[in-house]
DNA sequence: ATCTTGATTCAACGGACGTTGAATATTTTT
DNA sequence: AAAAATATTCAACGTCCGTTGAATCAAGAT
């Protein structure tokens, strides 16, 4: 009955006035604060509550704006897609332009790939972080890995690794995608920034130096494929014997 | 009042004649469907009701036997850690010992560290299997990353670097340690085997190739830590432009 | 045979979950 | 200024959550 409308004229005011994060518009506060929440717990981690206390907004504005949490999970994930990946598609053909007629180094590939979204985690604010943070969570989860990743990263792959097979000439298609392959994985650990490098090389190295990853990435990958593209062809076995057999023992099978 | 009691009679009827899965003790059932649910959608995806009916057994029993649904998490990572690193600590060791006086190949060091998983996460059973698709969830995790894995894999890959540095005289620390981070990234997303290389290789590749991961990742990340150790030494800039500087451009800060 | 101990079942708890619909406020259009 | 469209608030819904305590069961020890 005579309950003061406490709520809604403090938060006017406050949005005004005194803090800055009311400034944008709820549904971009709500992503905002999914994307730092969705990175650190997961999607089951956090629920709806969390998102829209942490924005400051009200918990129906979730199924409002987006229709649904899973909705706003995949929103999030969309946003930076689409501003990260036309940047990197651009310089991947950058590179490839500057170096004809002949073909680009496999570091300067490489570098394309990973470039832009290095130096975003690094100095693009702590939006991109949690963004990077979040892709590396979605690439190695089973459940929203071949849905998400797929969607909206593979057309930009695709391109990547036929520029990296032009520059690998003679060499097996299968060679390039678990080259490739291998890449995302390193990339994206480097992203979830857990610290652990931090704790093993006490304090040598750390997670979010990622301009020491810009500068060994490359170079490291790049090293990688030609390894594995100046291997012999694909014969399966023979040969070689010193890397696959000295030391290696069978493993028993588990008991039935 | 009369209620009859089918469920108890009706479950030990199907545990001593009908089933196969009943014949293991409830705690090691709860570790079983646990491992493949948590692997599937994460810890907070789960919940201990999905964990009991699908081994079969009481709700109760988790916090029975375990204490609770966390620790029951910590116990179905800790239990196959505790198979496992022992064996590719010994088969480091004999690839070690097996190289005196001299020092091993960077491949065969490599493979001592992936081999045993990958061996197992091809043939060693459903369990180990969605084990190292959990492990490779945990490892990107900001949340257990620091945690599970630092607790139960640490020691192994210190003594794993170790050996490394050994291999490769004169190398910096630094190179070793961001070597061992690209490593690790390419091998558990390489576990996590959600699908992502078949859909882009047109099923040249598949996830669950593990054998075609054996044959590679050695070899590549043999060739990356060479590469990494062979670049001009601690000089953070300069020489090697080709690599860093060619194609590269500045990426504008966010709008404040 | 009785006692003891550990394992399992059952029912229930308070709380948090995602979502909804009606009511209100704000902005835009006419 | 009125009307329409959009945005936000509030309260509540049914459901599922992890955990607990008391009761029951199964064996082994005395």
Redesign the interface.
């Known amino acids: 009955m005579t309950v003061v409308r406490r709520k809604t004229a403090g938060r006017k005011a406050a949005a005004s006035t005194a803090g800055r994060p009311a400034a944008k518009p709820a549904k971009e506060r709500i992503l905002d604060a999914g994307e730092q929440l969705f ?7 956090v629920s709806v509550r969390d998102i829209t206390e942490a924005a400051g907004v009200d918990v129906a504005l979730v199924s409002y704006h987006f229709g649904g949490k899973r909705e706003l999970f995949a929103a999030v994930f969309r946003r930076r897609a689409e501003m990260l990946n036309p ?1 990197r598609l651009a ?1 991947l053909e ?2 490839r332009r ?1 170096a004809l007629p002949g073909v ?2 496999l ?2 590939i490489v ?2 790939f990973t ?2 979204m290095l ?2 985690s690094a ?3 702590a939006g ?1 972080k949690s963004y990077f ?1 979040l892709v ?2 979605v ?5 929203w ?2 849905v998400l ?2 969607e909206h990263f ?1 057309p930009l ?2 391109r990547f ?1 036929a520029v990296l097979r032009e520059a690998l000439p003679g060499c097996d ?3 390039v ?14 992203f ?6 931090d ?3 006490g304090g ?2 750390r997670s979010s130096d990622l301009d ?2 810009h ?14 593209c100046t ?1 012999a062809a694909p014969a399966p076995h023979g040969a070689r014997s ?3 057999r ?4 069978k ?1 028993p ?2 008991p039935p």
């Open positions: 990175a650190r717990n997961g999607f089951y981690g940047e310089l950058e590179v500057s680009p180094a570091e300067d570098n394309a470039y832009p130096e975003r100095r693009g604010g991109w943070a590396a969570q690439n190695n989860s089973p459940e890995g071949p990743m797929t593979d792959v695709e690794i298609a299968r060679e995608y678990w080259g490739y392959q291998f890449l995302t994985g390193a990339l994206t650990l480097t979830a920034e857990t610290g652990r490098i704790k093993l090389s040598l190295c020491s990853v500068q060994r990435l490359a170079r490291y990958v790049a090293a990688g494929f030609r390894a594995l291997a010193k890397t696959r000295s030391a290696l023992r493993i099978r588990r």
